[in-house]
């Protein structure tokens, strides 16, 4: 029995595309008599026409990376792009670096190679970002001459 037109009037009915109009085989003698919106309208209310679910894309598999990525896993050197600072973001490389050049003068202070005011001096300079790295700071207390006395090796 043909029920392409009762299939295209439940599609506008229900206003969904006529490939999601679900048809009860059992009723099919019945529903192919229906013959205006009405009828059709009827059937759709008894059950004998439905619609099909929209089938989804799964986001299961996206959920487990997630959860794993959460848990610090998929960082090997496979899953990686880009060099080492692109991946860190600018303030921890910035903590990074402070920390090692405060600790650096923090040293120095204590073993006695530069007194408390060059001390103060350099922190300032090192807090504005003068120096790029503890080898430049050390550097440049050796061409100013702020050392009391030559500076270990690093």
Known sequence: MDVKTQRKIAAKIMKVGVNRVKI???SLA???????????????????????KIKGVS???????????????????????????????????????????RKYLQQLRDEGYIDTLNYRKLYLQSKGGLFRSVRYLRTYIAEHGLAKKRLPEL
Not at 30 to 52: C, F, N, P, Q
Not at 67 to 93: A, E, N
């Open 30 to 52: 019945d529903l192919s008599l229906a013959i205006t919106r009405e009828d059709v309208r009827r059937h759709i209310d008894d059950g004998d026409i439905k619609k099909r």
């Open 24 to 26: 009860d085989p059992d």
């Open 59 to 101: 986001r299961g598999r996206v959920r487990a990376v997630a959860i794993k990525k959460k848990r610090g896993q998929r960082i090997g050197p496979g899953s990686r792009k880009g060099p080492k600072y692109s991946r860190l973001s600018s303030k921890t490389r910035w903590i990074n670096k402070i920390r090692a050049q």
